[in-house]
Every structure is written in structure tokens, then in C-alpha cells.
């Protein structure tokens, strides 16, 4: 899907690549560098299990992306990169839109504060609050909502961190607009409220690669309904 700002990830190894790098041994990595990864839908939805590869794989995105910008940037789109990320990045090729959209952002919770204010000091002074006197939520749903760049990509790596159960309906509510209006999301999530986006692709990733159920088949939300269900069953076992 040609429309689409990213349509494909190809893994195109250059200069320095390691080939003993640890993430080759990522069962959803493996899979993205022998096949690729295609995006069918405005946004996908990526969960799965801590240690299977999932902020990895969307950092990595980020990194690509936001590498092939050209020109004139949006310093915005994200805080950059930290020395604890992978340089798999490097070594991948985005397919999509030309010219590449600028719009949209790279949030993850480690990065939103600097980010956040980054963006309070290009803002026009007036008497609204800066994002960094916001609450984690606020400011984080203010950001994506308040985003003066149109149609791009917008990479969010376990939103929910810094949302309540209300908040995470009204990021959905921002996400389907977003769609609306021809920009992407791409969402790495543990929430079962967030993995519902109306229309999301999900991908679980798992220790045998990548696979693409239904949202009630998750294991997530299967393990928060027997939870919520009865939370003693759990909790006795502490």
C-alpha cells in the first residue's frame, strides 16, 4: 500500500554492521531481516511478552526514518537516539510515501521529558502551562494532540506508562483521527485497551517470530479477563 508514509521496513546491512549483533537473535529481528516487515493498515498495534524485541524493533523504525529525512527537518519528531539503543537502525531501508511526510513523532517514556522541552521553547510565549508542567498523561496527550505538522509517522512505545484508563480512551480517540487524516501510527503496547484501536493491524510477537491474530485471541487480554475475573486466583500464588 503505496499511500501508506512507511509501506515497508528492508533490512539493507551497511558499513560496520556486526553480524553477531545480539538482536539477530530476536525472533521477530530474524524475521525482518530475511523477509522484511510490510504495514497493511494505518496503524498497528504491537504487543507482546517483555523481552521479545518489541521497543527494539520500533526504535529501530524511529532510527530509520528520522535518518532518511531530508533538508529540512522537524527537530521534533524525536529526542533522538540514547546509548542503550540497538544501531539496527542503521541498517534498515524505509519504503513509503515520496516525498517522505515530516509529520508525527518518535514518543517513548524515557525521552518525553527532554522532548517535551524542546518543544516548550519553540512555543510562542503566552500564558498556557509548558508540556513539563503538565502531569506525564497530560503532557504526553497535549503533544500528540497539539502537533502543528500534518500526514506523517507516528512511532509510540508503551503510551500507556504515562496514561490512566480515561487518558488511553482519548489517545485512541487522537489515533483515529489521525488515520483519518492520512498519517500513520505505529504502537508498541502491553495495554489491552490500547491493542483495541478501532482497524489495527496487530502484531504479537512471540519467541518464534512475528504472528497476526484477532484481538481477543491475545494472550494480554485473555490473562486481564481471568485476572479482573477473579484477581485471588493470582494474587494467592504471591
Request: a negative charge; charged letters at 20%.
Amino acid at each position: 500500500m503505496t499511500d501508506l508514509p512507511l509501506s515497508r521496513v528492508e533490512f539493507t546491512p551497511r558499513s560496520g554492521f556486526d553480524p553477531a549483533s545480539w538482536y539477530l537473535d530476536l525472533p521477530a529481528v530474524a524475521e525482518l531481516c530475511e523477509n522484511g516487515l510490510a504495514f497493511e493498515r494505518p496503524v498497528t498495534v504491537i504487543v507482546g511478552e517483555n523481552g521479545v524485541g518489541k521497543s527494539t524493533l520500533v526504535e529501530s523504525i524511529a532510527a530509520a526514518w528520522q535518518g532518511g529525512f531530508r533538508g529540512a527537518q522537524d527537530r521534533l519528531w524525536s529526542a533522538g537516539s540514547s546509548p542503550e539503543d540497538a544501531d539496527l537502525g542503521t541498517h534498515l531501508t524505509c519504503v513509503g510515501a515520496r516525498p517522505q511526510p515530516y509529520g508525527g513523532c518518535f514518543l517513548r517514556a524515557e525521552s518525553m521529558h527532554s522532548l517535551f522541552g524542546a518543544a516548550d521553547e519553540s512555543r510562542p510565549r503566552n500564558d498556557d502551562q509548558s508540556f513539563n508542567q503538565l502531569s506525564h498523561g497530560q503532557s504526553f496527550l497535549r503533544y500528540v494532540a497539539d502537533r502543528p505538522i500534518g500526514v506523517g509517522l507516528w512511532i509510540l512505545d508503551e503510551p500507556e506508562a504515562a496514561l490512566s484508563f480515561q487518558s488511553c480512551l482519548a489517545l485512541l480517540g487522537v489515533i483515529a483521527d489521525l488515520a483519518e487524516e492520512g498519517s500513520q501510527v505505529i504502537m508498541a503496547t502491553h495495554s489491552p485497551l490500547l491493542a483495541a484501536a478501532p482497524g489495527a493491524e496487530i502484531w504479537e510477537l512471540t519467541d518464534d517470530g512475528i504472528d497476526f491474530p484477532e484481538w481477543n485471541q491475545l494472550d494480554l487480554v485473555r490473562n486481564w479477563r481471568s485476572f479482573l475475573d477473579g484477581p485471588d486466583r493470582f494474587l494467592r500464588h504471591l
